[in-house]
Nanobody, 127 residues
Framework: QVQVVESGGGLVQAGGSLRLSCTVSGLTFDDHAMGWFRQVPGKEREGVSCVRWSGNTTYYAASVKGRFTISRDNAKNTLYLQMNSLKPEDTGIYYC????????????????????WGQGTQVTVSS
C-alpha cells in the first residue's frame, strides 16, 4: 500500500521561510518523478513544482520561481520543498504527489499526471 505523508507546514510571517517534507512508502521512490501542489478553497489545485527521479531536472510555477526549491533524497524516500520569501498569496494546503513515470511528464502541473497523493499540510503566511 502506497503512503504519502507531508509535514512541515505552519504559520509564518511574510518574508519568512518554511521547509516541507514528504515521505513515501510502498513503492520504489526513485522510479518516480515527484511534485508539489497547493490549493485554496474555491480554487483549482495548482502545480507548484516537479522534480524528476534523479533530482537533476526541476520545474516551477512562475509564481514561485526563484523563491522555492524542490529537492529529493532517494536514500530516505523523501521529497522537500524549501520555501523562502513567503508571501500571503502562498497560503494554502500543500500536497505532495507521485508521478507515474521517472520524469516530469508534460504538462507537469496537471494533477492528472499524478496517481498518489498525500493528505496535505497547511501553510499560512500572514501579512
Amino acid at each position: 500500500q502506497v503512503q504519502v505523508v507531508e509535514s512541515g507546514g505552519g504559520l509564518v510571517q511574510a518574508g519568512g521561510s518554511l521547509r516541507l517534507s514528504c515521505t513515501v512508502s510502498g513503492l520504489t521512490f526513485d522510479d518516480h518523478a515527484m511534485g508539489w501542489f497547493r490549493q485554496v478553497p474555491g480554487k483549482e489545485r495548482e502545480g507548484v513544482s516537479c522534480v524528476r527521479w534523479s533530482g537533476n531536472t526541476t520545474y516551477y510555477a512562475a509564481s514561485v520561481k526563484g523563491r522555492f526549491t524542490i529537492s529529493r533524497d532517494n536514500a530516505k524516500n523523501t521529497l522537500y520543498l524549501q520555501m523562502n520569501s513567503l508571501k500571503p498569496e502562498d497560503t494554502g494546503i500543500y500536497y505532495c504527489a507521485v508521478q507515474q513515470i521517472l520524469y516530469c511528464s508534460a504538462p507537469w502541473s496537471s494533477p492528472m499526471k499524478y496517481n498518489y497523493w498525500g493528505q496535505g499540510t497547511q501553510v499560512t503566511v500572514s501579512s
